[in-house]
Structures are given as structure tokens and as C-alpha cells.
């Protein structure tokens, strides 16, 4: 079965850093547009940074810009989030997603991923 594992959540004070690792099976990311979402209690899942298929063209929401570092590794087959100075307003359930639509449209637009993986908590918290 097609699946996208991610990993690397956990408890994190303000102003540290974390990784988040996703990893595919079943098929290889490089057919595919791939980025993160999060979704924080109450609130509408939301598109975090997504990275193309190809020439490695990235997308990153006004909130995360200058913080967030999105990459991949085609021959690892896997994803990476760098999440640098975090804040409290980052917490949320972060999930990878798949998708064959343009960065631009996938990270703004839930309904464009064809693909989504099971979450992973990060708590950014003193």
C-alpha cells in the first residue's frame, strides 16, 4: 500500500529546533509534489511548506518564512521539515502529504493532496 510515515515530533522549548522526517513506500517521491501541513486544536488544517517533484521549487507560509527549511532525498525516498526558532503558535499535528499539483496550489488547497500521512505532534512549550 501507498504510505507516508512521518517522524521526529516531540516536546520542544521556544526558540529550539526539531526535524521532521517523511518517508515513503510503495512509491518513490520524485513523481510527486510533497509538503507539510499542520493542524492545531480548533482550527482549519494548514499548509506549512511544500517542495516540487523536480527542480526542487519551495513554498513557504508567511508564518514559517525565514524559520522552516523544507528539502528532499530522492534516493532516501524521504522528506525533511528543519524547524528553527519555533513559538508556541507552532504547535499542532504536522502531517507529510503527496500530491501532483503545482507547490503553490498544493500548500494552499487541502483538496489538491492525494496522499496524506498519519501526523505527529510537535509541542512547542516552556
Known amino acids: 500500500q501507498v504510505q507516508l510515515v512521518e517522524s521526529g515530533g516531540g516536546l520542544v522549548q521556544p526558540g529550539g529546533s526539531l526535524r521532521l522526517s517523511c518517508a515513503a513506500s510503495?512509491?518513490?517521491?520524485?513523481?510527486?509534489?510533497i509538503g507539510w501541513f499542520r493542524q492545531a486544536p480548533g482550527k482549519e488544517r494548514e499548509g506549512v511548506s511544500c517542495?516540487?517533484?523536480?527542480?526542487?521549487?519551495?513554498y513557504y507560509a508567511d508564518s514559517v518564512k525565514g524559520r522552516f527549511t523544507i528539502s528532499r532525498d530522492n534516493a532516501k525516498n524521504t522528506v525533511y521539515l528543519q524547524m528553527n526558532s519555533v513559538k508556541p503558535e507552532d504547535t499542532a499535528v504536522y502531517y507529510c502529504?503527496?500530491?501532483?499539483?503545482?507547490?503553490?496550489?498544493?500548500?494552499?488547497?487541502?483538496?489538491?493532496?492525494?496522499?496524506w500521512g498519519q501526523g505527529t505532534q510537535v509541542t512547542v512549550s516552556s
Open positions: 510503495e512509491f518513490t517521491l520524485d513523481y510527486y509534489a
Open positions: 502529504a503527496a500530491a501532483v499539483v503545482p507547490v503553490q496550489i498544493m500548500c494552499v488547497k487541502n483538496s489538491a493532496v492525494r496522499y
Open positions: 517542495i516540487s517533484s523536480s527542480v526542487g521549487i519551495t
